[in-house]
């Protein structure tokens, strides 16, 4: 292989490691960004929903109280904004199910809704409910429970994968660090390596030949030197043997 | 030295180790696992570093001793140290120690292993983990000696400093066929048990992967639970006879197979190995009769493979011998010591060194009774010369040496006596799981991570026959012309 070839596939195999080590480091980098994207866009937004449900849960439940304290348009102006409220949260979460799972949590979310909805929606001012606490604690109350176990479940669920996210987030970073790590420990090898070619089969030889040029000017010592490659050093050597000869042969002609 | 001719080989070492690298990221990439990348990169890295030499440095016609000795140490710290690449790559419980330590017990065919989940690694990386066994298994340069054929020229020189003298002996004939012996062996071995696995009802890719470190005597399993999670008599089975043929030595089977000859069932050697292993079953499965199963057959299955895994330094695992009583205890750790014969891919002191210590013994006593006789150790009729017997009974002391002092070393770290001088049994002979907490159902995970270097130094120490590296590491080695 000529000299040119071969300094420039040291540089080459160098500049290879580099980009390949920056490549996949930007790769990664870039994955790390969509997982953060992906813990605020699809894991906080359901949990803040489920937050906005079981805070409209609890203001219905204080509108089934203030109804049966008899407090009709008080308790159903509240009731009735809280249900609004709950329905949004309902709807974020159910357009945002990004986790395998997550729709049979929202499906019982809504079937036990509406099951308590049922409850506060028939009239309780002026019936037999109104200021039955035994009513409220085993039927209305027990309905809001149960409704918001469901909502604190589907919570649970985002919590728990938003944290194995974030923890996978944790070996993402560090893969993202490593092929830099080692594209530089390797590059430090490779230098070292490189120079060591670089002195063995071109410095080395050059002095070489430089020593022996100049024993021959002095001393009209021989020129001889061994060159192992196949490349430009060794015709080097070789044009410079010849032109000693030829000039050892001139001079023992004069 | 010619630092130049030994960077040459080692990169030729480096570009197979690259090519299974390459491998695996296809395995990985046809899977869509997430091992893709770092073993792609490794690959990359690895072949990059393998061809740079090939580049500058011719190839040269012969090489001395002293090189072939450098070349071979640096070929197995090489491909170690690249080993390490994919996993530290990939990340999970691997760091810089664990992957190391990883790298090491499989390309010594050790099998001891630091994952407490190994079902989490992908695909991809679990090809890679068995063929580190496979590449390690008939030993880094015997491997690239008999696939390159352009290092054929220095393979006299090379396949001497690999192959054991006690390995040597069996091999009649010239470096070039018995390079290809092994490998013909080696091959033939692994797709019998792979056809054989497969048939028994495992998935290919588990049946390669579990062939790939039977025949090379090394123990990773795909799974959590080694062999134990198949819970299948036939797949223990065909372990069992396989884990056997891999620890007999290659020239005996292939003159069997090959030329009919019928010296694999006159060798005294393999005569010992099979009668010592049997005679291990046997009293294991009386002991754990009653005391562990209920069932005599149980006893005898269990026995069997956990005997078989450890007297060929498998490392495979179908129970937890960790849990059995003292006797069988003692017979796990006789088997991890003693191994199984020379020239196979077996690691440990190995059955052919019991043998001519026996008929040393034998001779001692003779001598005794009349001492001018002229006595001569003979094993399969042929004289074992003295220095060779001298040479045996030395690397015996010097092997056992090395146990106690590492032993010491874990201790002193803090690991258990049990668990340490059964880790540094089972390190030293390439056998994989010890007793205690690093047993067969266990890991060795737990362990300081100075005590990781230890063991990966006792592994390739027990690997390289200890003197090689030992040689290899003295700065009169380095000054010496």
Known sequence: MRLRLKIFSGFLILTLMLIIAGAWTIYELKNMGSSVQAILDDNYKSIIAAKVMIEALEREDSGILLLMLGQWSEGREIITAADNSFKKGLEIAANNITIPGEQSYIETIRSKYQIYKEIWERPIVDTHKQGDLNWYLEIAHESFLDVQSSVNELMSYNDQFMFDTASNLQNKAKRSLMPGVVAIISALVFTFLFNYFVNYYFVSPIVRITKSIQRFSKDRVPFDVRIETNDEIYDLAESINNLCLVTESRANKQ | ?481
């Open chain 2, 1 to 481: 030295m010619r630092y130049n001719i030994v960077l040459r080989y080692v990169g030729i070492v480096l570009l197979l180790n690259a090519l299974f690298l390459f491998i695996s990221s296809i395995i990985s990439g046809i899977n869509g696992d997430q091992a893709f990348l770092p073993l792609l990169y490794s690959s990359i890295v690895v072949g990059l570093f393998g061809a740079f030499p090939l580049i500058f440095v011719s190839a040269s016609g012969s090489i001395k001793n002293k090189e072939g000795l450098c070349i071979v140490v640096a070929s197995w710290l090489a491909s170690c140290f690249a080993g390490t690449l994919p996993y530290i790559l990939w990340g999970g419980e691997f760091n810089f120690t664990n992957a190391w330590f990883e790298s090491v017990s499989g390309y010594t065919t050790t099998g001891s292993s630091i994952l407490t989940n190994i079902e989490i690694l992908p695909m991809g990386l679990l090809f890679w983990r068995a063929a580190t066994h496979w590449i390690g298994g008939i030993g880094i340069i015997i491997f690239v000696l008999a696939v390159v054929p352009s290092m054929r020229i220095s393979g006299m020189v090379l396949s001497h400093v690999e192959l054991s003298p006690i390995a040597r002996d069996n091999f009649q004939h010239n470096t070039r066929k018995t390079l290809r012996i092994l490998l013909r062996v080696y091959v033939g071995l692994t797709l019998l048990e792979t056809i054989s696995l497969f048939m028994c009802g495992m998935n290919i890719f588990d049946a390669i992967t579990h062939s790939f470190a039977t025949i090379a005597t090394g123990g990773f399993s795909t799974k959590n639970l080694s062999i134990a999670h198949y819970n299948s008599v036939p797949i223990e089975i065909v372990i069992i006879i396989f884990m056997l043929l891999s620890g007999i030595h290659f020239g005996l089977i292939f003159s069997t197979i090959f030329e009919g000859s019928k010296k694999i069932y006159k060798s005294i050697v393999v005569r010992y190995y099979i009668l010592a292993i049997v005679t291990g079953i046997v009293l294991t499965t009386f002991n754990l009769y009653k005391d562990q199963y209920k069932n005599l057959f149980n006893a005898l299955r269990y026995a069997a493979f956990q005997i078989t895994s450890i007297g060929t330094s498998t490392g495979f695992a179908n129970a937890d011998s960790s849990i059995w009583p003292a006797l069988a205890q003692i017979l796990v750790i006789f088997f991890a010591l003693q191994c199984a014969c020379a020239g196979s891919t077996s690691g440990g002191i190995k059955a052919d060194r019991f043998v001519m210590l026996w008929k040393a013994v034998i001779k001692q006593l003779k001598l005794l009774r009349h001492p001018n006789a002229v006595i001569s150790v003979r094993i399969d009729d042929k004289i074992i010369k003295s220095d060779i017997l001298a040479m045996g009974v030395l690397y015996l002391c010097v092997y056992l040496g090395l146990v106690f002092i590492a032993t010491i070393f874990l201790v002193a770290l803090g690991v258990d006596m049990l668990s340490s001088f059964s880790g540094v049994v089972a390190t030293t002979g390439n056998v994989g799981p010890g007793l205690g907490t690093v047993g067969s159902m266990s890991n060795f995970s737990h362990i300081p991570s100075l005590g990781k270097w230890i063991l990966t130094g006792t592994m390739l120490l027990g690997r390289l026959e200890i003197y090689g590296l030992v040689l290899f590491m003295l700065p009169q080695f380095w000054k010496t012309n």
